[in-house]
């Protein structure tokens, strides 16, 4: 007799946390591209930044980007590794985080994958999926500076997940890319860590190269983390509303990697 087959129950979807963005206006800045005492003041942060030397690697067309991936080589100052993230995107249509979840399920990626880390990105008009892995390798010492690109490429293809080796169920395709890749920065990074409303916030200022390549033009960026939906969206409003009380906010979305994919 023929038992009746047990049916596969579906892996549920990764649980994401929050990440709220806005981008200031250049105004909040000193000459010296520090926070002004306003912006200081009202955000507690201290005088001193800590420096990250960030650099991402595509090929020349963005195959990765292309996909919604990227890969991306950091070192903060005072931390004696390097940290690598290799990080998937999917986009956030009319507010529908769970169609987003679902179709990252049906990419394999689901709540039994402890490699991936989910957050949702909720900048100023649009929400986007972040699935990071994270690796970290030894570093020599605890500066701000990077590898040369030979020997970041090497740890980067070390590492490699096999997600995105074999995107698409094409096999190695990652490594395909990777291997064709160069890299794009690399941008010499300040972050300040303040408090406000009892919130935990970040500011980041990205020297970007401008569109022309003569000089650098300053990305400025605040942040603030949540566990739940409900909290991220009440204290989103409210800083929301504060950054345009006092004429800092800039009306759109952060863009900080797609500029430096663009200009370098």
């Not at 800045?29 to 003041?41: C, V």
């Amino acid at each position: 007799m023929i038992q009746p087959s047990t049916p596969v129950e579906a892996a549920a979807n990764m649980t994401p946390g929050y990440e709220v963005k806005f981008v200031l206006n250049q105004n909040v800045l000193d000459p010296d591209s520090t926070p002004d005492a306003e912006l200081t003041s009202a955000f507690a942060l201290p005088g001193t930044a800590q420096k990250i030397a960030v650099e991402y690697f595509d090929t020349d067309a963005q195959s990765l980007n292309e996909q919604g991936w990227n890969v991306r080589l950091r070192k903060k100052e005072d931390k004696k590794n390097y940290e690598i993230t290799y990080k998937k995107r999917y986009a956030v249509t009319n507010g529908d985080i769970n169609a987003a979840l679902n179709l990252a399920n049906k990419e394999g990626f689901d709540a039994g994958d402890t490699n991936y880390e989910a957050e949702i990105d909720w900048g100023y008009s649009k929400q986007t999926l972040s699935l990071s892995n994270d690796k970290d390798v030894k570093a020599s010492d605890s500066k701000a500076t990077l590898p040369s690109d030979s020997k970041a490429l090497g740890m980067i293809l070390d590492k490699l997940p096999g997600k995105l080796d074999d995107w698409n169920d094409q096999s190695h395709w990652g490594k395909q890319q990777l291997e064709d890749s160069r890299a794009y920065g690399p941008i010499m990074a300040s972050k300040y860590k303040g408090t406000w409303n009892g919130l935990e916030v970040d500011v980041e200022v990205w020297p970007i190269r401008s569109a022309d390549g003569s000089t650098t033009e300053p990305v400025i960026e605040i942040s603030f983390k949540a566990d739940e939906y409900a909290d991220a969206a009440t204290n989103r409003q409210k800083l929301m509303d504060y950054l345009n009380k006092e004429g800092w906010l800039v009306p759109q979305d952060s863009l900080k990697t797609q500029l430096v994919l663009d200009r370098y």
